[in-house]
């Protein structure tokens, strides 16, 4: 079995490089702090989502760095880069689990540019007709 599992995740603008060590101890570092100090509670079960659907909590160490997005971003981009790890650690045991919850997909939807001549992306000024 490999020393440690690398991946990708990306979500929005984020793109994070997950590292997970296979005997672990459930140690999460992301960006050198740990993942209680680095993101707020809510975001917490977004990022474990694939241990506990492969029911692996807590046996994997993982090393993370994230760039870029807010927390929702790097939340995501963390949960595709965990399945995404699993599924190459053991494509047999844990490929289906985390495809049929759909961690592999990666979510294409990004933020609408503004437009010229209006507000935000589509508000527009209120049309007077007199």
């Known amino acids: 079995m490999a020393e440690k599992i690398y991946a990708t995740g990306r979500r929005k603008t984020s793109v994070a490089r997950i590292f997970l060590s296979p005997k672990g101890t459930g140690k999460f ?18 990022v474990l989502d694939p241990f506990k659907w492969t029911e692996t909590l807590g046996k994997f160490d993982v090393y993370s760095t994230v ?18 790890a699993l ?19 990666r979510d294409d939807r990004m933020v609408e540019r503004k437009k010229v001549g209006l507000r935000k992306a589509r508000k527009r000024e209120q049309y007077s007709k007199r």
């Open 29 to 46: 570092t992301i960006n050198g702090k740990e993942m209680t100090q680095y993101f707020p509670a809510y975001y917490h079960p977004t």
């Open 67 to 84: 760039k870029g997005g807010g927390f929702t971003g790097q939340a995501g981009a963390i949960r595709q880069g965990i399945a995404r």
């Open 87 to 105: 599924s190459l650690l053991d494509a047999e045991k844990y490929r289906k689990t985390v495809k049929v919850a759909g961690f592999l997909t």
